[in-house]
């Protein structure tokens, strides 16, 4: 048998993973580049696994905390990227979720990129088990506890995606969602989310809010739209009324918002999937 093919192909491994880790090396600020060589040798990087040396150095790039002067908007986008391709990484599901809890627990990082990993954990969540899954359920739960601050609103809507959370999460989600959806004094963005997750849930404890919200015409109109979707959603059938009242409002967001719910309110259910013709 002709051996030269894999004689080859391994004196050709550690030429390649050597172009890997310079690759790496560019991601992380380790070789001069700017950022779009940067994004490029990151997109290099996405067309085969990783070696776990070059998985460390997209590791540690991440739990760097910002540092003065640098453009933090190209950094989250470079970031967001580089967390992307990690979590494609075959069986790095329990050291990705150790590594962007240890993130959000680190001091120093911008808020967007904070609140990125939110959403990446909520990603991860359905993959991982046991007290690994316990842990991050838990992180969540916490970042959503806050009733200023916005990350509790990503961690809110994280939560509200999963397929499955235990029935005592389930409770203090639903518990969070109720509390932020009716409380007047809840930053409009944050209390937003909340409307939609007790949409999802199917929360009719905060329908009494969301009638008061489409009558008051000193509330945001962000909130009040999230309100006429709430109300389109689980109100009653009196419930119409408002939302017809709406429909003719002078405000154009409010006014086609409750006229594409109308629509939608009024459309004949559709036919399963697989019913006969």
């Known amino acids: 048998m002709d051996m030269r093919p894999c004689l080859l192909s391994l004196l050709a491994a550690p030429l390649l993973a050597t172009a890997a880790t310079r690759q790496a090396e560019t991601v992380v600020g380790l070789r001069p580049a700017d950022w779009a060589e940067r994004h490029a040798a990151l997109r290099s990087l996405d067309a085969s ?11 540690s790039f991440l739990r760097r905390p ?4 640098v453009d933090r908007r190209r950094l989250n986008q470079l970031r967001n990227d580089a967390a992307a391709l990690l979590l494609r990484q075959p069986g790095r599901e329990v050291p990705n ?12 990082h911008d808020p967007v990129w904070r609140d990125y990993c939110v959403q990446f954990l909520g990603a991860l969540l359905p993959r991982l088990e046991g007290w690994h899954r316990d842990g991050v359920i838990g992180r969540l739960l916490l970042l959503a506890g806050g009733d200023r601050d916005p990350i509790a609103a990503t961690a809110l809507v994280a939560l509200a995606r999963q397929p499955r959370l235990p029935a005592d999460a ?3 989600l639903r518990q969070r969602a109720l509390h932020l959806a009716n409380g007047d004094s809840i930053p409009p963005p944050l209390r937003v989310s909340a409307m939609a997750v007790c949409a999802r849930l199917s929360l009719d404890g905060a ?6 919200l489409l009558d008051d015409e000193q509330a945001p109109v962000p909130v009040r739209l999230a309100g006429i979707g709430l109300l389109a959603q689980l109100g009653r059938a009196d419930d119409r009324a408002r939302l017809r009242r709406l429909a003719s409002h002078p405000d154009s967001r409010l006014r ?19 019913a006969p013709p």
Do not use: C, I, K, Y
Request: net charge positive; proline share 13%.
């Open 49 to 59: 696994p990783l070696q776990a040396a070059d998985q460390e150095l997209l590791a």
């Open 97 to 108: 979720a150790h590594l962007l809890l240890e993130t959000l627990r680190t001091p120093g």
């Open 207 to 212: 329908l009494p809010a969301a009638r008061r």
């Open 66 to 69: 910002d540092q003065a002067g």
């Open 170 to 172: 389930m409770r203090l």
């Open 256 to 274: 086609l918002a409750a006229r594409r719910w109308l629509h939608r309110m009024s459309a004949p259910p559709r036919p399963p999937a697989d």
